[in-house]
């Protein structure tokens, strides 16, 4: 379970902070191969939804789509923030099968983005000799997943997006990469009576969807993958003076994580198993951000908050040209 967290800090922070040993990972896949989907679930679930509903965030700091020439190139950093409930789970709540907490140890224990240190030990049922000791979090305080996205002006006041974040390979861990595409149109231009609010109003929708693959154990083609992908649909509003511009969105959010530990195990009590560990997250609901936008020149910095399940600070600056 070591390797988890260190492969999770790795695929979030872009770069490759630990690296631990693959028999932590076969020895947590010991007595009972529901119960470690069940414990792996629990655990991961905060980074697998986290990651799903940032994916959804930093599409848009205007509801002003680009003119037919404009365009921009933006970074943008949407940074989730774990909500407090989801930094611990109860062990009791899972109905293991094979593992039950042992006397004397704590029942609650915490997920990957709960603290380091964890006193919980799992012992079998059946006989009380065989033991478990569950891993602590990685204290993750946020979560970030920056993205490079371009938007360029279309005719009938429409607005293309396309973010990317280039496949990057981190050798001896693994790679990451992601894509996405959006489309902005302001249709209130259309209609006679809307067309004189003095402020844009258009509607967005937008695609992402973010990979990775990290090594366990590369020689045994042993790997931990994660497949997120996220689309929204929103109506923007926003209202510009000189330089600065105030935007909002509200409307609908879907994101799914799937999260696989692939490959051959050798377990001493399982036996042999292949692709032991399948997950997947998913969140849907509504969503609403609002944002302030600084314009100086060609540049654009812009800071957005997002409610919804998790709290989603967005921030970044680009090369605007309208």
Do not use: C
């Amino acid at each position: 379970m070591k390797k988890f967290k260190g492969l999770v800090l790795a695929s979030i922070l872009l770069v490759p902070l630990a690296t631990f040993s693959q028999e932590d990972v076969v020895d947590f896949l010991s007595g009972s191969l529901k119960d470690a989907n069940k414990l792996s679930k629990a655990y991961l679930e905060p980074f697998g939804k986290s990651l799903g509903m940032s994916l959804n965030s930093g599409w848009y700091n205007s509801a002003n789509p680009h003119g037919l020439l404009g365009f921009d190139i933006t970074f943008t950093m949407p940074i989730t923030i774990p909500v407090s409930s989801d930094k611990t789970f109860n062990i009791n709540d899972l109905n293991l099968e094979y593992w039950e907490v042992k006397t004397g140890s704590s029942s609650t224990t915490p997920t990957v983005v709960g603290g380091k240190s964890s006193s919980t030990v799992l012992t079998d049922k059946l006989s009380g000799t065989a033991e478990l000791n569950v891993p602590g979090g990685a204290n993750l305080q946020f979560i970030p997943a920056p993205i490079i996205q371009v938007a360029k002006g279309l005719p009938f006041n429409t607005e293309i997006v396309g973010r990317y974040f280039p496949k990057v390979n981190i050798s001896g861990v693994g790679n990451f990469g992601l894509w996405g595409v959006g489309i902005k149109n302001e249709f209130k231009e259309y209609i006679p009576f809307f067309k004189r609010l003095p402020f844009s109003m258009s509607v967005f929708v937008g695609y992402t969807q973010f990979t990775s693959t990290f090594d366990i154990n590369k020689a045994q083609k042993q790997k931990l993958e994660f497949k997120s992908s996220g689309y929204t649909a929103r109506l923007l509003v926003s209202k510009s003076i000189p330089v600065l511009t105030v935007y909002g969105g509200l409307g609908y959010n879907h994101s799914k994580t799937d999260i696989s530990v692939l490959g051959t195990y050798n377990t001493a009590d399982l036996g042999t198993l292949t692709d032991p560990i399948s997950l997947n997250f998913a969140n849907n609901g509504f969503a609403a951000n609002l944002g302030l936008r600084l314009k100086l020149a060609i540049l654009a910095f812009h800071f957005d908050y997002s409610l919804g399940e998790y709290g989603i600070f967005n921030a970044g600056v680009g090369i605007n040209f309208r």
